[in-house]
């Protein structure tokens, strides 16, 4: 239904963009890596689907077509719903999932939270020939920058958006800015994922 969004960023989370596009504000569910591409944007483009449940209309948001066409073909794995996807893809880049999938790392996949090995499976089985032909991205980016109180509380909003208890995260994430005090929210989210 809507292709792609243009506007000004008016609020960019490590979980959802607001986007203002002519006077109408659209809030988009978005993934971390999403969030890294945007976050020092002003304005931009935001690709969408746009998924109607029986008691809910969810746009979600993403930076890139690839990353977009890969929500997609996770959200067509039995098993795997929007929410799962967009953790899966918050979890692991987008190559780094592509590559997991094509080479059948099954171990990798599970390793995202929520997913059992059964499910890591029958992604690669359902996703294996499909992929095969998928073009990586050359730019491989470590954007890494210095970590304060406000890298904490986007992490911490990000993880309660995705359903994790507050207490269990706020101890996660001291254990993990005492380890590296220099973690990126991204960092900082996708190690919480990984340890919690």
Same mark, same amino acid.
């Given at each position: 239904?809507?292709?792609? !969004?243009? /506007?000004?960023?008016?609020?960019?989370?490590?979980?959802?963009?607001?986007?203002?596009?002519?006077?109408?504000g %659209?809030?988009?569910?978005?993934?971390?890596n999403?969030?890294?591409?945007?976050?020092?944007?002003?304005? /931009?483009?935001?690709?969408?689907h746009?998924? $109607?449940?029986?008691?809910?209309?969810?746009? %979600?948001?993403?930076?890139?077509?690839?990353? @977009?066409?890969?929500?997609?073909?996770?959200?067509?794995v +039995?098993?795997? /719903?929007?929410?799962?996807?967009r953790?899966?893809?918050?979890?692991?880049?987008?190559?780094?999932?592509?590559?997991?999938?094509?080479?059948?790392?099954?171990?990798?996949? +599970?390793?995202? &939270?929520?997913?059992?090995?059964?499910?890591?499976? @029958? $992604?690669?089985?359902?996703?294996?020939? &499909? !992929?095969?032909?998928?073009?990586?991205?050359q730019?491989?980016?470590?954007?890494?920058?210095? +970590?304060?109180?406000?890298? @904490?509380?986007?992490?911490?909003?990000? !993880?309660?958006?995705?359903g994790?208890? &507050?207490?269990?995260?706020? &101890?996660?994430?001291?254990?993990?800015?005492?380890?590296?005090? /220099?973690?990126?929210?991204?960092?900082?989210?996708?190690?919480?994922?990984? @340890?919690?």
């Amino acid at each position: 239904m809507y292709e792609f !969004l243009q /506007g000004i960023f008016e609020e960019l989370t490590p979980s959802y963009a607001v986007i203002n596009c002519n006077g109408v504000g %659209y809030l988009a569910e978005i993934s971390l890596n999403s969030y890294s591409f945007l976050k020092s944007k002003k304005e /931009g483009k935001l690709y969408t689907h746009f998924v $109607v449940r029986e008691d809910a209309q969810i746009l %979600y948001g993403f930076a890139t077509t690839n990353e @977009r066409e890969l929500f997609r073909q996770l959200i067509s794995v +039995s098993g795997i /719903g929007a929410n799962t996807a967009r953790m899966m893809l918050s979890s692991l880049s987008t190559d780094d999932l592509v590559k997991a999938i094509v080479t059948e790392d099954a171990k990798t996949i +599970s390793s995202v &939270k929520g997913i059992g090995l059964k499910t890591a499976q @029958r $992604v690669v089985v359902d996703l294996h020939d &499909k !992929l095969q032909k998928w073009e990586f991205s050359q730019n491989d980016e470590d954007k890494k920058f210095v +970590s304060d109180n406000k890298n @904490r509380e986007e992490a911490l909003l990000a !993880l309660q958006t995705l359903g994790f208890n &507050k207490v269990i995260i706020e &101890k996660t994430l001291d254990k993990l800015l005492k380890e590296n005090d /220099g973690m990126s929210v991204e960092s900082l989210v996708r190690e919480a994922l990984r @340890r919690m």
